[in-house]
């Protein structure tokens, strides 16, 4: 008689590695579109664009943007509501953000066809490709809905024990796992911005700025390649310094640097805004406000709601 193998059940450590590798590679896709839209302002054909297709490379830029921030945002959840535990409701958090996210990430997929197929083919296969991206998102979305929708219990803000794999080791191993993904998913925003950075000096139309933008572009330089630096501290300290051990003193450090990297990657991010949108608007308080907007979003996003939600659980 065959016997049917029923299947190992799924701790909760394993399946926040689950969530912060899916987010991995939502974020590896928005990073593509990031970098794209940041370059393409300065290429040599973005001036013959209309000034309407100028403003909606923008405005795809800036929905882009937000959507790597909201993708972003588990990871700061993780390390300043949950303190690097391995809570189960971080799972429901990270669906909801998803599920916020992939919509944000459609509507600028789909400014950049419009865009694209305006200019090859006209406006009515631009409206077409747009109206498909699009419907890409909401598909996502609607996918999302349905596959959680239905077994998903929401739970409120509470304290919850601290879970691993069943023994100290394992637990320390399995965070260990976690906060070196987490650096995974933050570097790929930095890692399309300092691309962006360095090539953008070196095309003719960034010798077309006023000086102030080229500061502007330099400082944002500066911040993205101590973001970078930051990022790639975990892994070297853990090898070099920890020989590769576990240690809960190395959890702690990693997260600190993690979060601390967060802070020049958004400030880069929104300074970058700020030269695109100076070059296409010919304003300044319109680019300064932009730019203003976006490191708000950023830091509020990322270390402003987040504070907010570990003193509301602090008060519980």
């Known amino acids: 008689?065959?016997?049917?193998?029923?299947?190992?059940?799924?701790?909760?450590?394993?399946?926040?590695?689950?969530?912060?590798?899916?987010?991995?590679?939502?974020i590896l896709g928005a990073q593509i579109l990031l970098g794209s839209l940041y370059?393409?302002?300065?290429?040599?054909?973005f001036d013959?664009?209309?000034?309407?297709?100028?403003?909606?490379?923008?405005?795809?830029?800036?929905?882009?943007?937000?959507?790597?921030?909201?993708?972003?945002?588990?990871?700061?959840?993780r390390w300043i509501v949950d303190r690097?535990?391995?809570?189960?409701?971080?799972?429901?958090?990270?669906?909801?953000?998803?599920?916020?996210?992939?919509p944000v990430f459609g509507a600028s997929m789909a400014l950049t066809l419009f865009v694209a197929a305006g200019i090859v083919t006209r406006h009515p296969a631009g409206v077409l490709l747009g109206v498909v991206g699009m419907s890409a998102g909401v598909i996502w979305l609607a996918g999302i809905h349905q596959g959680g929708g239905k077994d998903r219990r929401s739970m409120p803000l509470k304290r919850w024990p601290e879970t691993g794999s069943?023994?100290?080791?394992?637990?320390?191993?399995?965070?260990?796992k976690h906060v070196l993904t987490e650096a995974r998913m933050v570097l790929p925003g930095a890692q399309a911005l300092l691309g962006f950075q360095?090539?953008?000096?070196?095309?003719?139309?960034f010798d077309k700025l006023p000086g102030s933008s080229k500061l502007v572009h330099l400082i944002s330089l500066l911040f993205t390649a101590i973001s970078v630096t930051l990022l790639?501290?975990?892994?070297?300290?853990?090898?070099?310094?920890?020989?590769?051990?576990?240690?809960?003193?190395?959890?702690?450090?990693a997260g600190r640097i993690l979060m601390l990297a967060m802070v020049p990657l958004a400030v880069a991010i929104a300074a970058d805004f700020y030269v695109v949108v100076e070059k296409v608007s010919g304003s300044f308080a319109v680019a300064a406000s932009s730019g203003v907007l976006l490191l708000a979003l950023s830091l509020g996003l990322w270390f402003g709601w987040t504070i907010y939600l570990r003193r509301q659980l602090d008060r519980g």
């Open 1 to 26: 008689m065959n016997k049917t193998e029923s299947p190992r059940p799924t701790g909760v450590g394993e399946r926040i590695q689950g969530a912060l590798d899916e987010g991995r590679i939502l």
């Open 39 to 45: 370059r393409s302002a300065f290429e040599p054909g």
């Open 48 to 77: 013959h664009l209309s000034l309407s297709f100028q403003y909606l490379v923008v405005i795809a830029l800036g929905l882009i943007v937000a959507a790597f921030d909201l993708l972003i945002l588990p990871v700061s959840y």
């Open 84 to 102: 690097g535990a391995g809570r189960p409701q971080f799972l429901d958090f990270a669906v909801d953000v998803m599920k916020a996210a992939l």
């Open 166 to 176: 069943g023994n100290e080791e394992g637990s320390l191993s399995e965070k260990i």
């Open 198 to 205: 360095f090539i953008t000096i070196m095309l003719a139309d």
């Open 232 to 253: 790639m501290t975990p892994a070297a300290y853990h090898r070099i310094v920890d020989k590769g051990r576990n240690s809960t003193e190395f959890h702690r450090f």
